[in-house]
């Protein structure tokens, strides 16, 4: 996504069943004019537009709003994944 140019990132998995990911959309707006400028609009953003649930670092002891997020792949296919990332990126390019 982010060489799409797309607001992302992440960190290689270090063997845990966890994505860290980056999604930073900040000062955008949702199709509902909703403004992205907390991790918290945007996990809601991402559960809601691309069926995606996340955890932002904040529920570890993070204070910092800066986009990044865990999400779990323990029980999910390969083919799950990159449909799931496929939501994510769709809801991002959507994004006004």
């Not at 994505?19 to 955008?28: E, H, N």
């Not at 002891?61 to 999910?76: N, Y």
């Amino acid at each position: 996504m982010r060489s799409e140019g797309l607001p992302t990132d992440s960190l290689e998995p270090q063997g845990a069943l966890y994505l860290s990911a980056r999604i930073a959309p900040f000062g955008r707006r949702t199709l509902a004019g909703a403004l992205l400028d907390t991790n918290e609009a945007i996990r809601r953003f991402v559960l809601e537009a691309a069926a995606v649930a996340a955890v932002p670092f904040q529920a570890f002891g993070s204070e910092q709003e800066d986009g990044w997020f865990r999400l779990s792949a323990g029980t999910v296919s390969e083919q799950e994944i990159d449909a799931a990332l496929a939501r994510i990126a769709a809801a991002l390019r959507a994004l006004r």
